[in-house]
């Protein structure tokens, strides 16, 4: 209750005296006819919004909905009314105006009371909040800005505020005096710890390069509030059939370690794949860091996170790379069908990781087939000829306007309909994508599928890895060198790079080739895409064995194509020696299938396979495909293997 004198004027604003006004039952605060009023005003608000605009309204919905996890009609209920009211303060309309300012334009000189009227101005400056409950007193929220530590007041104009001190909460807030009001109400995500919720939005916000996460929360609030409830993660530790307490303890410790590094999504993969593990091999654990270091390491092979050596991770662990390296080759076998599930789910058909036993054969598979086997058989020093017009108009079109992040984000869910769809659909897709982003890289790979040869192939492998370079900017390029496949929006560029280096390579042009995959491993060493394979292969064929040796001491790998490969080396620079035969002892205890194939006895099948495991006949054939021409050059190899 405000004291004021009953025949002073009323500090409403209306010119009558306190007992004629506000005061004339002498009952409520001003404030309290504000509160009711402002909550009538927001109704006002929103009807204005639907009467005026409804048809804009849901249009964007919709749009939104193809991105959101809705799986009930109450979510669906939930979803749309929060985004009426973001879309109404938040967003432009065709003519650049938000719905706030013409409501304030249409209304505000029809208020009668100046005060309600200098409130309802300021709503302009409306802000969206995401911070931790510091006190609540009736309906009165007292909280802490989670990106500022400013603290601030709001007031629930609902009856009951359901949210508990200390915990996180999230909302949209309109300015009321010296305090807030919410629109509609704060929103808590109980249990959700709010340290981990702010991390989530700010490596949103950085992965998303937006100025600042106020900004990022402010222009992507429905995406942030669908996906907060999965930043704590789905998967219940204390909920599985975990064979033996020691499991459920490594469980614990992976995600007591790794709930502030890795992504949600991640986390849960990490614990699904360990309790897939246990299932199937119990191991005896005396060091349970081991495991979770093991876990780490091959999560970072497989997924968009940041990218560690053993080394790094023994370190961080205060374990042996050497027992890193073990139970990795361990899950890695156990988990094999797992692996390949999820690696086709986040990268599709294209891509090629980092996997001694799951690996995805390292050839590109160009989708003219014919032209690339025409041109596998051509002299290296055939001319490359002239393109039709029609793929230098699609190479030639401009991609330098600027695209606004709605249309970003449809392009790249076409893009993943595309990775999803096969023949005309797939290109009406990537096609649709280009249309609304013209730096969709991944749409130009996607229509190099379907030209009639590599020129025109190549062309546009060109054109999407300007595209690529335009889209991320010099300056990142400098500052993410070295760790550039740990970040999502690298993918597309790497992708068509490694197509064009593999377009340029069949058809004769090596040394262009080899520049290509020089470049990909300076950007990114962990050589997720199996980059070093096709290079030291570039290297052969140039005679730059000095460069051939580097790569196979760089990548020192115990797998068979480094062993056969360290014996080609010795082979073409001195010959049949002792050491030739101790590489050969090694090279066929890792994998007996390979020779046969190198002397002919056995014949490769029309296309490799696509997956292959450790010393399997199918890791053999993908060796070969490699290599066999390399192997061939080498004279009297036949009467040399002969009875060995």
């Known amino acids: 209750m405000e004291k004021i004198n009953r025949n002073e004027p009323c500090p409403c604003g209306s010119g009558k005296k306190y007992k004629k006004c506000c005061g004339a039952n002498d009952a409520i605060s001003i404030t309290e006819v504000l509160v009711n009023e402002i909550e009538e005003l927001q109704k006002q608000f929103l009807h204005f919004a639907y009467y005026h605009f409804g048809h804009e309204i849901a249009e964007d919905f919709e749009l939104l909905e193809q991105m959101l996890d809705i799986e009930t009609d109450q979510e669906r209920e939930f979803y749309e009314m929060i985004h009426s009211v973001w879309f109404s303060l938040f967003e432009e309309l065709d003519d650049g105006e938000r719905i706030i300012e013409k409501f304030i334009r249409a209304e505000a000189g029809k208020m009668k009371r100046p005060k309600l009227r200098h409130i309802l101005q300021t709503w302009t400056d409306a802000r969206t909040i995401a911070g931790k409950v510091l006190s609540v007193d009736n309906n009165t929220l007292t909280f802490e800005d989670g990106f500022t530590s400013e603290q601030l007041e709001a007031i629930n104009l609902t009856d009951f505020i359901q949210v508990k001190e200390g915990s996180f909460f999230t909302g949209i807030l309109l300015p009321f005096e010296h305090q807030y009001v919410f629109f509609p109400a704060p929103l808590e995500l109980e249990g959700l710890k709010p340290e981990l919720a702010i991390s989530y939005i700010e490596d949103c916000s950085f992965e998303e390069e937006y100025d600042t996460p106020q900004e990022y929360l402010t222009n992507q609030f429905m995406l942030v509030l669908s996906e907060l409830p999965m930043v704590g993660g789905l998967v219940e530790v204390d909920q599985m059939d975990w064979p033996a307490p020691i499991y459920k303890e490594v469980a614990d410790l992976f995600k007591d370690k790794l709930q502030m590094q890795l992504p949600p999504q991640v986390l849960d993969t990490g614990l699904i794949l360990w309790h897939h593990f246990c299932q199937k091999k119990q191991k005896r654990i005396q060091n349970p860091k081991i495991y979770v270091a093991a876990l780490h390491y091959l999560l970072a092979m497989v997924a968009p996170i940041e990218q560690f050596t053993q080394k790094d991770l023994a370190k961080q662990y205060g374990v042996s790379a050497g027992s890193i390296s073990s139970v990795v080759s361990d899950l890695e076998f156990e988990l094999a069908a797992e692996l390949a599930e999820l690696i086709g789910i986040l990268y599709g058909e294209d891509d090629t990781i980092e996997t001694p036993l799951v690996q995805i054969a390292p050839v590109i598979e160009f989708p003219a087939n014919k032209a690339a086997q ?9 001319t490359v000829k002239t393109l039709p017009s029609a793929a230098e108009k699609r190479a030639k ?32 897709f990537a096609e649709e994508a280009l249309k609304l982003n013209p730096n969709c890289v991944d749409a130009y790979v996607i229509l190099a599928e379907k030209t009639k040869s590599l020129e025109e192939a190549i062309l546009l492998y060109e054109k999407g890895i300007q595209a690529g370079e335009q889209d991320l900017g010099k300056n990142f390029f400098k500052e993410n060198k070295g760790y550039f496949w740990g970040l999502l929006e690298t993918r597309p560029f790497m992708r068509a790079k490694l197509h064009y280096a593999e377009a340029l390579s069949v058809l004769g042009k090596i040394a262009e080739a080899a520049r290509q995959y020089e470049e990909l491993l300076e950007l990114n060493p962990m050589d997720n895409q199996g980059v070093r394979f096709s290079l030291f292969v570039a290297y052969m064929d140039l005679g730059e064995f000095k460069k051939a040796h580097g790569i196979l001491e ?17 082979l073409c620079e001195h010959g049949f020696t002792a050491k030739a035969e101790m590489l050969l002892k090694g090279a066929k205890k890792e994998n007996k299938f390979v020779l046969p194939y190198l002397t002919g006895k056995k014949r490769l099948p029309a296309y490799p396979p696509d997956f292959y495991g450790v010393g399997d006949e199918n890791e053999a054939i993908v060796y070969a495909d490699m290599h066999l021409h390399l192997w061939k050059k080498v004279d009297g190899l036949e009467k040399w293997l002969k009875g060995k």
């Open 554 to 570: 760089e990548y020192e790998e115990t797998t068979a194509q480094n062993l056969y490969n360290r014996l080609l080396l010795e």
């Open 397 to 428: 079109k401009n991609t330098s306007r600027k695209v606004s992040k709605r249309d970003e984000e449809r392009a790249r869910n076409l893009i993943y309909d595309a990775f999803q769809s096969d023949g005309k659909q797939r290109y009406k």
């Open 374 to 382: 025409d041109a596998k058989k051509t002299d290296s020093t055939s």
